[in-house]
């Protein structure tokens, strides 16, 4: 298991992460992705930490803060040292009625942190997330708040999810202006099947600085090998939750060349698209989740695998994004000062 660091940090991470949205779920969204009570969990985690992976994500709202609650308690069940991990969560969804009880408010984020270490049983949060952008509060005091919980001492770095690339600028200049604790991550989607943040976010990020935590790099499921292109298949998460949005034209071929690739080097499909995201050099760290023990040894594996530049050139044939303005236009001209 690799080791990278987080953005520019002196902080290592594992170029897998165990993410928990599989913990705790029940009659609802969360049921549908996983229901894994304590033992199954732990045994998840137990999985993890043997392989090499010191990184693990969770949310507050991962099944109404279940996710948190049973993510601690493996912690302590397995006697974990506190410095041996590095673990994630996140702030925005709603964790109650209220139009206060969600957000990126000041309140909401201190509040919530607050709530997400007694759930975790820590004290302190290695990376504290900003779960998505919210439209009705001001960045800087989104940022300001997650600058006084570095300064107290809760929060050892911040990172932010699923935001455009000129809010994540915005975002930094922001922090750099007013001496704020810097962003360090950004964690987004991105997959062999879905690489929209090629044309926008991968610049900014290499501008910035900044490291990359990858989620769902199977595509919900999309790419385990067990879907025909067209998404069919008889058991799977997309069968009743078909998120997240998959171009399913143009993954059919991908699917069928990756199970040549696949056979060749004597992996699986979904090892070729874990293996694929570890050889792009943007990616500091892969999330994965698993509701099994046999399904999570099998994404592990995959920083085994090891991709040949004819494999690279046929599967980026397949998948790489169309040409748009201004890409093409940016490409030809910059070529100028090359």
Known sequence: MRMRTLGQSGLFVSELCLGTMTFGGSEDMWGQIGRL?????????????????????TANIYAGGQSEKIL??????????????????????????GPNARGTSRGHILSQCKASLGRLGLDHIDLYQIHGFDPATPITETLEALDTLVRDGHVRYIGLSNWAAWQVVKATGIAEARRLAPILSLQAYYTIVGRDLEREIVPMLRSEKIGLMVWSPLAGGYLS????????????RRTTFDFPPVDRARGGPLIEAMRVIAKVNGCSVAQV??????????????????????????????????????????????????????????????????
């Open 37 to 57: 009570d304590q033992s199954e969990a732990d045994a998840l985690v137990k999985t993890a930490l043997d392989s090499g992976i010191n990184f693990i994500d």
């Open 72 to 97: 601690g308690k493996s912690l302590k069940n397995l006697g974990v040292a506190r410095d041996d991990v590095v673990i994630a969560t996140k702030v925005m969804g709603p964790m109650g009625d």
């Open 225 to 236: 090998g067990k879907y025909d292109g067209d998404g069919t298949a008889a058991d799977g």
């Open 273 to 338: 698209a874990l293996a694929w995201l570890l050889h792009q050099d943007i990616v500091t760290s892969v999330i994965v989740g698993a509701k099994r023990v046999d399904q999570l040894s099998d994404n592990i594996d995959a920083t085994q695998v090891r991709l040949d530049a004819d494999d690279l050139t046929r599967l980026d044939e397949l998948s790489r994004l169309p040409a748009e303005y201004p890409g093409w236009m940016l490409e030809r001209q910059g070529s100028y000062r090359a």
